[in-house]
């Protein structure tokens, strides 16, 4: 007889929850782990979960070039981790493929483990880290869900599980927008839209930042009017923040760009990554792991004259027509294997959704999403500090100082579109 026929709508994520889903423990894989632990396998996740966040990057910007960018890897890496729990044959492993990960070298209980270490981490509020993620899964009620999966995406990720009546779609898409409205402070609202009767799924990762600078802006030093370049010689009047202090700073020598970090109280941090003019594609296309890590060891503190924009940015991206074109091809077709996940029924993902929301100003930054070059720094004899003006297309990274993965990821093409 022939099984029912079901879409699993994967939401990855959205703007953050102040309050994390609880759910705990795992059973496989490789963490994000602190720095220190370098020999720890944990650590080989932080650099595939960086080299992903790049290659979905350059996707991204090669779809809608000249537009701002902005979304959470780690949240969209969680959430395709997530899902792997319950996928099969060919659909795991495009998805673990794809997220970087050598199934010989580093066996999927090891990856697991890894990613639950880190959701562990981002779920235990706390005021210092300035980072909380949680992971929801709204099931269909009448849906035989096999009883591992389960228990691993609550021990493994610590979901929190509602059964959900997706017979009365505007009913449940209500009761979904509200719950992701309420967990990101009102940041993200109606982001699910159109939801169909066969949905058997909603699959949705959060993830909040919100983080105090350590040496913050003074409102009067922010001009309110400063042209910043946009392409063909064009500009737009926007606010501009200014300081001098000591930061760390360096220059890229082989890749022309200024890379200036910007610590937050507590255990976060901003890179903000300048490129000369008419260097940002070749900028773009070097990011890497390997690279990044190279820029956190070679920065030099140094006084430094800054002007950056205040700017609030958001972006909505379309997974469901982006991860096939990085090799997650059958989870969104009828190759679909998803046996994991239920006993008897078909699910294939129809949609994956994910939503991020950047607001840089004076005191801090706020961030939310609902998923062998060495640096130089100039000679003493040079000036007495630099000033870096921050007034064309930029690169920013927000990151934890104990985690070599980058949390948040963008380009700011117009500080003034939001």
Not at 21 to 45: D, F, M, W, Y
Not at 355 to 373: F, N, P, Q, S
Not at 378 to 403: A, C, E, W
Request: with cysteine.
């Amino acid at each position: 007889m022939a099984t029912s026929f079901y879409e699993a709508l994967f939401i990855v994520g959205l703007c953050a929850p102040i309050y994390c889903v609880p759910s705990i423990t795992v059973s496989r894989g490789e963490c994000l782990h602190p720095s220190s632990t370098k020999n720890n396998p944990a650590s080989q996740v932080s650099s595939h979960n960086t080299d992903f966040a790049f290659r979905l990057y350059r996707r991204l910007i090669s779809e809608a070039p000249s537009q701002n960018v902005f979304f959470s890897p780690m949240s969209v890496s969680t959430s395709l981790a997530m899902l792997s729990l319950g996928a099969r044959s060919a659909t795991k492993t495009q998805i673990l493929l794809s997220l970087g990960f050598n199934l010989t070298h580093t066996p999927e209980p090891a990856i697991h483990q890894a990613f639950r270490h880190l959701v562990h981490l981002f779920t235990v509020p706390s005021k210092a880290l300035g980072v909380q993620m949680g992971n929801v899964l709204f099931i269909k009620k009448e849906l035989q869900l096999q009883a591992n999966f389960l228990d691993n995406v609550k021990r493994l990720y610590e979901a929190e599980v509602f059964p959900t009546d997706f017979s009365n779609p505007s009913k449940a898409q209500a009761r979904i927008n509200s719950y992701v409205k309420k967990e990101t402070k009102g940041k993200v609202k109606n982001l699910v839209q159109n939801l169909d009767p066969l949905t058997a799924m909603v699959l949705v990762n959060h993830i909040f930042f919100k983080a105090k600078w350590e040496k913050p802006f003074h409102p009067v030093d922010t001009k309110k009017s400063f042209p910043f370049l946009l392409g063909k010689g064009t500009t737009v009047p926007v606010p501009m923040m200014r300081q001098m202090e000591q930061f760390s700073f360096g220059v890229d020598p082989e890749l022309d760009c200024f890379v200036l970090q910007m610590n937050y109280r507590g255990d976060n941090m901003a890179f903000f990554v300048l490129p000369g003019k008419g260097k940002m594609r070749q900028l773009e296309q070097a990011l890497s792991a390997q690279r990044l890590r190279k820029w956190r060891h070679s920065l030099q503190k140094r006084w430094i004259e800054v002007f950056i924009p205040k700017f609030s940015i958001s972006a909505s991206y379309n997974l469901e027509t982006i991860l096939p074109k990085m090799g997650i091809c059958n989870a969104f077709n009828k190759n679909a294997d998803f046996s994991g996940i239920v006993k008897r029924d078909f699910l294939q993902v129809s949609k994956a959704t994910h939503k991020a929301v950047l607001d840089v100003g004076e005191e801090g930054t706020e961030a939310v999403a609902a998923t062998a070059t060495k640096l130089v720094v100039r000679s003493k004899d040079g000036p007495s500090h630099y000033t870096v003006f921050f007034d064309r297309p930029f690169l920013l990274l927000l990151m934890n100082q104990d985690i070599d993965s980058v949390l948040f990821l963008g380009k700011v093409e117009n500080p003034t579109v939001s």
